[in-house]
């Protein structure tokens, strides 16, 4: 078989993405690939819910950034995560804007009321010292770190790839991220960032 003639599913991923550029189709094996990882990653990011729109807009980016892809990068994944980290954070923006023009505005005329807060209060409290919590006290580099080295497996350097930061970086924010979970979870242990995690 030629070159030409090549089947997208032989091609590595860098190799794929740059002939995606004259043949779009084929970028959708870039997602068969890996749109189970990502959206792995964005459930535990932002939700069941929220994740499926995500993952989309995830890849529709990536197509439209194709042309510009690094191609040596071989191993498209931690591009792809990224990407998805960039999504997540414009998300995170955009929900607190919206919610410092709700505090704004201030509550609805028609809101549920005390019934509701203390039915939100005790689901809240019955959580308890989550892991969930316990991640969402850290700033978001730290955050983005953690889940992206512990939660998908990613080594520092495909980390650093994914988020377009020196090494030293990662390993000093995992290190400020583990330590964070620990005291958050009330833990003196030695316990690693993806025993932390994966038993969350």
Same mark, same amino acid.
């Given at each position: 078989?030629?070159?030409?003639?090549?089947?997208?599913?032989?091609?590595?991923?860098? /190799?794929?993405? %740059?002939?995606? @550029?004259?043949?779009?189709?084929?970028?959708?094996?870039?997602?068969?690939?890996?749109?189970?990882?990502?959206?792995?990653?964005?459930?535990?990011?932002?939700?069941?819910?929220?994740?499926?729109d995500a993952l989309g807009e995830t890849f529709l980016v990536a197509f439209r950034k194709r042309e510009g892809y690094d191609t040596s990068?071989?191993?498209?994944?931690?591009w792809l995560y990224g990407i998805a980290t960039n999504l997540v954070a414009q998300r995170r923006r955009d929900e607190a804007r919206e919610l410092k023009l709700r505090e704004a505005l201030g509550p609805p005329p028609d809101e /549920?009321?005390? %019934?509701?807060? @203390?039915?939100?209060?005790?689901t809240a409290e019955a959580m308890g010292k989550s892991l969930d919590s316990a991640l969402a006290e850290l700033a978001d580099g730290d955050r983005d770190t953690l889940t992206l080295f512990a939660g998908e497996g990613l080594s520092y350097e495909e980390v650093a790839a994914a988020l377009d930061i020196p090494l030293g970086t990662v390993r000093s924010r995992l290190n400020r991220a583990r330590r964070k979970v620990r005291e958050a979870l009330g833990r003196s242990d030695t316990t690693t960032g993806k025993e932390i995690v994966n038993h969350g």
């Open positions: 078989m030629s070159s030409s003639e090549a089947d997208p599913g032989d091609l590595e991923d860098a /190799e794929l993405i %740059a002939r995606s @550029v004259t043949r779009p189709d084929w970028f959708s094996a870039i997602f068969d690939r890996h749109a189970a990882h990502i959206h792995r990653y964005l459930v535990r990011r932002l939700g069941p819910a929220a994740a499926e990068r071989r191993e498209a994944r931690p /549920e009321g005390h %019934a509701q807060r @203390v039915a939100d209060q005790v």
